[in-house]
């Protein structure tokens, strides 16, 4: 059972490239989520999804699409990176309340 | 809008000394409270939940609504205490997840 994952796990971009971070778990749940983590911020979410085919914006969506084809995958895209997108980014898959975290992605955007 | 606050950035302590993680938060319903734990190189995991009313790893808090508090305690902090923490709220099951600032503790030796 290996939870939440995502990949990868470090990621250096240059500004105007487009990228996907990958999230899968393995957990059979509906409610999956991302967020980025930036010093002083805490943790904002960017988009949220309570079961496959439904998506919807959260905190601060700009930049960002998400896709839920499947209950396991939500994947992140990035469209055109942009230096303030640096960040750590992380996904979560939530039963009831209590949300399970992947490792995170290391994002940096040159 | 729920919201949720925690005034300090960091917190440093000496081993053995008490240790209170504040924690505010803004909801007119029935609120549903966390905190969550980093520790260095680790993924983030739920440290405690306010309806439970458990310890964990010699943490406790307790749901204050008169104050909307969720402040996190411990009464002798160790150095593998040091990590950062999150207060985090939600209205119910699968639903958004509202973190605070997260606030580093240092537990130093």
């Known amino acids: 059972n290996a939870g939440v994952t995502q990949t990868p796990k470090f990621q250096v971009l240059k500004t105007g490239q487009s990228m996907t971070l990958q999230c899968a778990q393995d957990?059979?749940?509906?409610?999956m989520s991302w967020y980025r983590q930036d010093p002083g911020m805490g943790l904002r979410l960017i988009h949220y999804s309570v079961g496959a085919g439904i998506t919807d914006q959260g905190e601060v969506p700009n930049g960002y699409n998400v896709s839920r084809s499947t209950t396991e995958d939500f994947p992140l895209r990035l469209l055109s990176a942009a230096p303030s997108q640096t960040s750590v980014y992380f996904c979560?898959?939530?039963?009831?309340?209590?949300?399970?975290f992947g490792q995170g992605t290391r994002l940096t955007v040159v | 809008a729920q919201r949720v606050t925690q005034p300090e950035k960091l917190l440093s302590v000496f081993k053995g000394a008490p240790v209170e993680l504040k924690c505010n938060y803004s909801y007119s319903g029935s609120p549903e409270l966390f905190w969550y734990v980093q520790y260095s190189r680790q993924r983030l995991q739920l440290l405690l939940r306010?309806?439970s009313r458990e310890s964990i790893k010699g943490f406790t808090a307790d749901l204050n609504k008169g104050e909307t508090s969720f402040h996190l305690k411990k009464p002798f902090a160790q150095e593998e205490d040091s990590a950062m923490y999150y207060c985090?709220?939600?209205?119910?099951?699968?639903?958004?997840?509202?973190f605070g600032k997260g606030i580093t503790l240092s537990v130093r030796p």
């Open positions: 979560a898959s939530s039963w009831g309340t209590e949300a399970f």
């Open positions: 306010h309806i």
């Open positions: 985090a709220h939600t209205s119910g099951a699968n639903s958004k997840l509202t």
């Open positions: 957990m059979n749940h509906e409610y």
